[in-house]
């Protein structure tokens, strides 16, 4: 039976990969998709889940999330993603409809609709509509089966300062409130996703589908890969996002611990730090599975056999 789910998104070029990869696997059952301010503004990420879902070929209630954090102002990052968040290559405009502006209100209706313990929260950009809703709904908490988030780092660090990763720092307190709520949760830090790097020999493979959305993937690819290449100086770029859909479909790539994860939210220079207790330090109770390493050879075959799939 297909693994019931919502994604949460800010798309982004990584954030479309891993639309496309749920979309082409018949593992999992995207109940619906929720857009919310992180890489763009919410105007623009919500056009782009259009895009995407119309670039897929399917049929995805989209639903327009929160449009800033909880308590912050809205940080964002036209300087990897483009313009639009999504440059690399054009798709016109968009023909899959926009089914509401309250995407909360699609969380906390799916979850006290479907059945408790069988809807997988994934939120792949800032955390706002996820608190948001638990926040307004408290009786939907128990009714996750599990939140598998892109998010945090340890041995990375940080990517927007030199503490935080960017879908934690935009929205700490989001973030906060959702590791405190005692859900079941999956975290695909930078510490794995950096270690899923993109390949010139997979990029030309993308374009040697000959499909649509092997293009596309390829052009958003090229796009961002130049960004990270002179940021890191690594071979390739790391596509974060995807990391979380490939666990859902194939969790023995990966492999973790269950630790104890906190989030600074008033740290001079640390607000949005992802405090991850590794080494079991504290004393604190787990509260996440904390992703760590990843088969990479196995992370991209997956991704191009999904690809491959679609218009």
Known sequence: MAQKIIIDTDPGQDDAVAILLALGSPEIEVLGITTVAGNVPLSLTTRNAQLIVGLSGQQVPIYAGCDRPLSRDLVTAEYVHGKTGLDGIELGEPEVP????????????????????????????????????????????????????????????????????????????????????????????????????????????????????????????????????????????PLHDPCTIAWLIRPELFTGRHINVEIETSGTYTTGMTVADWWGVTGRQPNALFVRDIDRDGFFALLTERIATLP
């Open 98 to 237: 926009l089914s509401g502006e309250d995407g909360v209100g699609f969380i906390i209706e799916t979850l006290r609709r479907e059945e408790a313990g069988t809807v997988t929260l994934v939120p792949i950009g800032p955390l706002t509509n996820i608190a948001t809703a638990f926040a307004r709904a408290p009786d939907i908490v128990q009714r996750v089966k599990q939140v598998v988030l892109m998010g945090g780092a340890y041995f990375e660090v940080g990517n927007v300062t030199p503490a935080a990763e960017f879908n934690i720092y935009v929205d700490p307190e989001a973030a906060a409130q959702l590791f405190a709520s005692g859900v079941d949760i999956v975290v695909m830090p930078l510490d794995v996703t950096h270690r899923a790097l993109t390949s010139a020999t997979w990029i030309e493979g993308l374009r040697a589908l000959g499909n649509r959305a092997g293009e596309a993937v390829a052009s958003w690819t090229d796009f961002f890969e130049r960004f990270d290449r002179e940021k890191y100086g690594s071979a390739g770029a």
